[in-house]
């Protein structure tokens, strides 16, 4: 069964301290990974998408790599508005069809 | 710039009212899809449509219905409301085979009393 675990499921770090998010993932033949931004109350908003082990992608402080079997989003100087929920959703080949992870809830402090 | 609208932000409705959300997409995307969101859950998918009238039933469909009559519309519709739907309702678009990135709308958080 295709699936996707985010972990930790919660965050804190001080502004300016790195770190990283994980995704594991298990699918049928994966056709792309895809990160996610959510602010409360809102939509996620779309941030990268990785299609194949060792590609990386990156936007501001943020860095998205892929392996086989997860993905991770670095995050390099948070400031507080990193504070967010980011969310990590898999596409299997062959489908439209998303599985999403239940994303990890970052609080950058200043 | 992508943009999907959906029509109210926030509803409040009784139990058994029969409840129309609906979601436009402005990018002309073959794809659109209906999820409801749980904390603790994640993205649950309803119902997607690849195309005008086609519809195919998600993971979590019972209770609900949509209809797609124009390719920028997707109608999610609660024939009869109960409290267990009360949630946060997410439409998404996506343009077809060649690109995979579904682009989300703002969401409509559904109390239903």
């Known amino acids: 069964e295709d699936q996707v675990t985010q972990s930790p499921e919660a965050l804190r770090l001080q502004e300016g301290e790195s770190s990283s998010l994980n995704c594991s993932y298990t699918?049928?033949?994966?056709?792309?990974l895809f990160w996610y931004r959510q602010d409360p109350g809102k939509g996620p908003e779309f941030l990268f998408t990785?299609?194949?082990a060792g590609e990386e992608k990156e936007k501001e402080r943020l860095k998205a790599t892929l392996t086989k079997k997860e993905s991770f989003l670095h995050i390099t100087a948070p400031k507080p508005e990193d504070s967010a929920t980011y969310l990590c959703a898999v596409q299997a080949v062959g489908t439209y069809k998303y599985i999403f992870g239940t994303g990890t809830r970052l609080k950058v402090l200043a | 710039d992508v943009k999907v609208t959906q029509s109210s932000r926030y509803l409040v409705k009784r139990t058994g009212e029969k409840v129309f959300l609906e979601c436009v997409q402005d990018m002309d995307h073959e794809n659109m899809f209906w999820y409801r969101q749980d904390p603790g859950l994640g993205l649950r998918l309803i119902y997607f449509?690849?195309?005008?009238?086609?519809?195919e039933k998600g993971d979590i469909p019972e209770g609900y219905s949509v209809s797609r009559e124009k390719k920028e519309r997707f109608s999610l519709i609660l024939e009869s409301a109960s409290t267990n739907q009360t949630s946060m309702y997410l439409c998404a678009s996506l343009k077809g085979p060649t690109q995979e990135t579904q682009y989300f709308g703002p969401g409509t958080r559904l109390l239903v009393l």
């Open positions: 699918v049928s033949g994966l056709r792309g």
């Open positions: 990785l299609y194949s």
């Open positions: 449509s690849y195309d005008v009238k086609m519809k």
